[in-house]
């Protein structure tokens, strides 16, 4: 299966202005032509794949990438960095798993993993013709889930899971993650609910199953009387999610209430700094909070906040602010790219009695990266 992505900024490389193939790669030291020259520089010249980027063909090496045996450039890292945990809607991820780019992706079949993997990056790295080949394939297992490690110049990396981890530890100064898990160390979900139910949201990306035991969420829609014992008896927790109530509601709390009970409650039922189970956090503002307010939650929360939009034809519907510690929040290519006046959106929203949508409709994709940690159920 495949699908077409987005347009993305992309940097150094060239593309076919009919079939938005990456066909020249342009450095410093010059343009080159992607599509034999890393198979000729490693066969015929003898070059060792390591001295190569095999994102785009520079010699301009950065570092190693930490997928596959291979260099990486500068702006090839700093890509790499904001999309690998950036997801579509449809469960997968939003580039490709080499090179974090591509126009046309390939899917794997398999039920645990969403990689997803560009026709030139295959054409190029393993072999001519391999992107038609995978396409007339049925059932595809990607270069992740295969047992073989090495496809032509393609060769997966021994405990990638933890050079990735290093990788973001190493060369991002605002990017953290946890090392991803393997699908048979992943655990069903525990989620934490205030304020807004996002057990639709959560069901319908595949982390609730219908079984006991598939994956759990405990709801709150008040938690004046909660006490750290009783969040310690319900939990442990894997996801602490809360909201403010969408703006033109009612709600029976000043707006700032929401957010410090969020974040006490927060802090019973994180782990210990110094533990490495994945835990994750969110909190969304739907534009009731006042600006006082939200700069507050930045310094409570120790991360600055993130402004998602949505759009209809020109016209700005929604929008809201969100502090969490999920990687693709943090994306340059999550945020929004419009000078939005937030407290005019909500005065325009009650306005026109367009009542704004439940958080968790604009947010639910930054649930997605959590499949590197949990077990889904569909």
Request: net charge negative; aromatic share 12%.
């Amino acid at each position: 299966m495949d699908k077409q992505t987005d347009d993305k900024q992309e940097g150094t490389i060239i593309f076919d202005a009919v079939s938005f193939s990456k066909i020249f790669v342009a450095h410093e030291t010059g343009v080159y032509l992607l599509g034999d020259f890393i198979a000729h520089e490693v066969n015929e010249n003898q070059r060792c794949i390591e001295e190569i980027c095999i994102c785009c063909g520079s010699f301009q090496i950065h570092t190693q990438h930490p997928l596959f045996h291979g260099g990486i450039c500068t702006p090839c890292t700093e890509n790499f960095l904001e999309t690998f945990f950036l997801y579509d809607e449809d469960g997968f991820q939003a580039f490709c798993t080499i090179c974090c780019s591509g126009k046309t992706l390939l899917m794997c079949d398999d039920p645990t993993c969403n990689r997803c993997y560009c026709l030139e990056c295959l054409d190029v790295l393993v072999s001519p013709g391999t992107a038609e080949k995978v396409k007339a394939t049925n059932t595809w297992l990607c270069f992740m889930c295969l047992p073989l490690s090495s496809h032509g110049l393609l060769k997966r990396k021994k405990r990638w899971r933890v050079k990735l981890k290093c990788f973001y530890d190493q060369e991002s100064n605002h990017l953290e993650i946890y090392q991803p898990l393997s699908a048979w160390e992943r655990k069903p979900i525990n989620v934490l609910s205030l304020f807004d139910n996002i057990t639709t949201e959560m069901k319908n990306l595949g982390f609730l199953g219908s079984s006991l035991g598939d994956g759990r969420l405990t709801y709150l829609d008040d938690v004046t009387n909660v006490l750290r014992t009783d969040v310690k008896e319900w939990g442990p927790f894997d996801f602490i999610f809360g909201s403010t109530p969408p703006v033109g509601n009612s709600y029976e709390h000043p707006p700032a209430w929401y957010f410090y009970q969020y974040h006490r409650i927060l802090q019973y039922g994180k782990p210990r700094e110094s533990s490495q189970r994945p835990f994750f956090w969110m909190f969304v503002d739907n534009l009731v909070l006042e600006k006082e307010d939200r700069e507050t939650a930045s310094r409570f929360f120790q991360t600055e906040a993130v402004t998602i939009h949505r759009k209809h034809a020109e016209t700005v519907q929604n929008a809201v602010i969100l502090w969490s510690n999920i990687p693709s929040v943090k994306s340059k290519y999550s945020l929004s790219d419009l000078d939005l006046d937030l407290d005019l959106l909500a005065k325009d929203i009650l306005k026109t009695r367009l009542l704004s949508q439940q958080p968790a409709t604009l947010v639910r994709k930054f649930f997605l990266p959590l499949r590197e940690y949990f077990k889904c159920f569909s």
